[in-house]
Nanobody, 123 residues
């Protein structure tokens, strides 16, 4: 099993930046592709970004492409989501998740989830 804990959320003005972290413990972090998802009130959980085991391949939702950057440090068992040029529509609870399958955008393909961290962007 893998335990995931997100941190780094908060309140920021539009145009600002935040860096989310996802600390993993348990089974080897490097065995998993890591994804970030978000869920706004009244909406379904949506894919944000994914990074492969080595960190050499990434993918993004169109809504965040060019503004968000996913990365990972396998020595530190941590994944990151750098969020720049934040918009009010980025407001959501952000979750990190781990999958032992190939890089996926569907939440149902992920085996382990963190508890989430709130990101609020004011206009």
């Amino acid at each position: 099993q893998v335990q995931l804990v997100e941190s780094g959320g908060g309140l920021v003005q539009a145009g600002g930046s935040l860096r989310l972290s996802c600390a993993a413990s348990g089974r080897a972090f490097g065995d998993y592709n890591m994804g970030w998802f978000r869920q706004a009130p009244g909406k379904e959980r949506e894919f944000v970004s994914v990074i492969n085991r080595s960190g050499g391949n990434t993918a993004y939702a169109d809504s965040v492409k060019g503004r968000f950057t996913i990365s990972r440090d396998n020595a530190e068992n941590t994944a990151y989501l750098q969020m720049n040029s934040l918009k009010p529509e980025d407001t959501a609870v952000y979750y990190c998740a781990a999958t032992s399958f190939a890089m996926r955008r569907a939440a149902s393909e992920y085996d382990y989830w963190g508890q989430g961290t709130q990101v609020t962007v004011s206009s």
